[in-house]
């Protein structure tokens, strides 16, 4: 077991295309924070918590942090956030 413990914060909207949008804002918000990791975030249903999906593009870069930019898009990855 590693000595890194991970934050479960519960926030309850009504489809997946909601909590992506909260957990953007969310992890757009916690950025600051030298602790987060806001391109690992991910949502699941809440009885089927197994089950996650990427709220940011998987993919890893050089340094080993994730790509901020949603998860399908176009061009390269990038740290920096797009608009919409």
């Known amino acids: 077991m590693t000595e890194r413990w991970m934050i479960h914060l519960p ?3 009504n489809d997946l295309l909601s909590a ?3 957990a953007r804002v969310v992890a757009h918000w916690t950025h600051v924070l030298p602790q987060t990791e806001p391109g690992g975030t991910t949502v699941s249903a809440e009885d089927d918590q197994n089950v996650r999906h990427w709220v940011f593009c998987d993919r890893l870069l050089p340094g080993g942090q994730r790509c901020l930019l949603r998860p399908g898009h176009d061009g390269e990855c990038s ?3 797009r608009p919409r």
Request: glycine residues 0%; aromatic residues 12%; without cysteine.
């Open 11 to 13: 926030v309850v909207v």
């Open 20 to 22: 992506q949008r909260l």
């Open 79 to 81: 740290r920096r956030f």
